[in-house]
């Protein structure tokens, strides 16, 4: 029950920013790539995209826009994502967070338009749990596959995303939805 509360109080209040991060989706070590770049995600890793889409759509959390490195897996993951959970949020793509740096990310959420309320990013590991330690003064995170976090700012420029300037709000991971509820995001009744 307690999980119950904490998953369904996660509307955006205002003035604030929002970054949404989301590790690409389990990946297909034994197809046929030709680079780390090209790795597709596994059926698995396919699941739990379309999984985290619908849970934010399920909890009011639509992104205002995606950013996604260009890596096959890290696209499939935004794009299976926004397809589930019905967005029609503008996406871009980018090499810039393929092995991305944390100070590089960070330039990229400052770039943003302040018209925007919340970014989701779409990218890989170790960067995604460095960022999150970084923009939350130090939250040391487990980030596996899929998972997800949100990390509110508040700010209402974009240009003011920083070290330690962020709250994090919540982690979840495809792992923790399938035990808490059904396979579409939604909480299980209590029994």
Known sequence: ???????????????????????????????????????????????????????????????????????VRARSTAELAMMAGHWGCSVQYTEALYGASVPGVIDLLRMEDDALASLLLVGHQPTWSELIQDLTGGASVRFPTAALARIDFE??????????????????????????????????PAR
């Not at 690409?24 to 985290?52: F, T």
């Not at 849970?55 to 959390?61: E, V, W």
């Not at 709000?169 to 509820?181: A, D, E, M, S």
């Open 155 to 188: 700010i209402d420029r974009w240009r003011d995303v920083g070290s330690g300037a962020g709250t994090l709000k919540w982690l979840v991971t495809p792992k923790i939805l399938n035990r808490l509820g059904s396979e579409d995001g939604e909480p299980r």
């Open 1 to 71: 029950m307690q999980y119950r509360t904490a998953l369904l109080d996660l509307k955006y209040s205002s003035p604030m920013k929002t970054v949404l991060v989301l590790r690409h989706g389990k990946s297909d070590w034994q197809a046929g790539y030709g680079s780390d770049h090209d790795r597709p995600l596994a059926e698995r890793g396919i699941v739990a995209a379309e999984l985290m889409g619908r849970f934010l759509t399920r909890n009011g959390q639509e992104p205002a826009r995606i950013l996604s490195s260009t890596a």
